[in-house]
Every structure is written in structure tokens, then in C-alpha cells.
């Protein structure tokens, strides 16, 4: 009997271990849209392991970013761990924007600035890249 429930934790503790990456951000290829009852486009083609490294993105809290209560950015917090929607609703709410704000914002403004990366709809939002690879 003993061995028995020994060998079921090891086996649900090894299902979990093969699990995990599954849900890891590296293995990232689209940000899902879920949250949006109503979509316009299809989900954004993402590999975040390829972003990070054409981009030469060493912290998380570049994109991941924290604010405080008071609306300023805390420097050496990280909401990797987070959904974009954990924090921003649909709607944007006082001076947090909502998510396909938030989304756009924080992913085409970088852009902007590094003067490469996407900006238009299309550049993202690609119909059937999946389905293709």
C-alpha cells in the first residue's frame, strides 16, 4: 500500500515537472487574446525567447513591468509572473490603461524608440503563421 501512494506522488510529480514548461513564457509564440470577447484580429505572433534575444532584453521588468500607488514606476520589480490582465481590464481605469492599450503601448512605444520591431496591425497579427510552422 505504501509503495503504491509513493509511486502515484512520484508519477504526479513528474506529470507536473513535464507540465511547467508548457506554460513558460520562452515557449511564448503568440500573446493570446483570450480576455477580448470580440476579436478583430488573430493573436499576436510572439517568441518571447526570440524577442529577447534579437532585442537584447536582459531584465524582465523592461516589458514586465510595476507601478506604485502613486503611479510611478518601481525600478526593481518585475510582474513576470503576472498576465497583462492581472492588472489591466478591458477598460482602461483612471490612469491605467486598459489591455489592448496596455498591450500596444508598451510593445509599439519600445518600438518606436529603438526606430525597429513592428508597428503596424499586419506586422503582428499575422492570419495562418501558425497553421504554416
Known amino acids: 500500500m505504501k509503495k503504491s ?6 508519477a504526479l510529480m513528474l506529470s507536473i515537472c513535464q507540465l511547467l514548461p508548457a506554460f513558460s513564457q520562452e515557449d ?3 500573446v493570446h487574446s483570450d480576455a477580448f470577447t470580440t476579436r478583430q484580429r488573430p ?11 534579437i532585442a537584447a532584453v536582459e531584465e524582465c521588468n523592461e ?3 510595476v507601478y506604485d500607488e502613486n503611479g510611478q514606476l518601481v525600478d526593481d ?3 513576470e509572473d503576472q498576465r497583462c490582465m492581472d492588472c ?10 486598459g489591455l489592448m492599450q496596455a498591450f500596444h503601448t508598451n510593445c509599439k512605444d519600445c ?3 529603438a526606430d525597429k ?6 506586422e503582428c497579427h499575422r492570419r495562418n503563421v501558425l497553421a504554416a510552422e
Not at 501512494?5 to 512520484?10: F, L, M, T
Open 5 to 10: 501512494v509513493i509511486y502515484i506522488i512520484i
Open 28 to 30: 511564448m509564440v503568440v
Open 43 to 53: 493573436d499576436a505572433v510572439f517568441n518571447h525567447e526570440e524577442h529577447n534575444e
Open 63 to 65: 516589458c514586465h513591468h
Open 77 to 79: 520589480e518585475s510582474s
Open 88 to 97: 489591466h481590464g478591458l477598460q482602461a481605469s483612471g490612469r491605467k490603461p
Open 111 to 113: 518600438h518606436r524608440r
Open 117 to 122: 520591431g513592428p508597428v503596424m496591425c499586419g
